[in-house]
Nanobody, 121 residues
């Protein structure tokens, strides 16, 4: 069984910073992409950032230049450094990973339980 556990959410004032972390554990053979999505009040879930490797990173348009995603393959973790936060960044942030549990299996998408980020104006 695979688990993704997020940490690091909270309340911050506009202009501030937060760092989110996510650790994958359990039956893991390999992990391809890891990333973050978010869902704000009354909005659809949207891409924040994904990473396959240092040469393959994608950011949502609204976070470019403010957020930085990184990954530690040895620890099966992904982090999101969020700077210059705005009230519109308020959302539940979900960790996502494409994980192959056993050699020869197809990868499947796994999700964390979500962590709340609230940015006050």
């Amino acid at each position: 069984q695979v688990q993704l556990v997020e940490s690091g959410g909270g309340l911050v004032q506009a202009g501030g910073s937060l760092r989110l972390s996510c650790a994958a554990s359990g039956n893991i053979y390999s992990i391809s992409a890891m990333g973050w999505y978010r869902q704000g009040p009354g909005r659809q879930r949207e891409l924040v950032a994904t990473i396959r490797n240092s040469d393959n990173i994608k950011y949502g348009d609204s976070v470019v230049g403010r957020f930085t995603i990184s990954r530690d393959n040895a620890k099966n973790t992904v982090s999101l450094q969020m700077n210059s936060l705005k009230p519109e960044d308020t959302a539940v942030y979900y960790c996502n990973a494409d994980i192959t549990p056993t050699s020869g299996w197809h990868p499947a998408a796994y999700w964390g339980q979500g962590t709340q980020v609230t940015v006050s104006s």
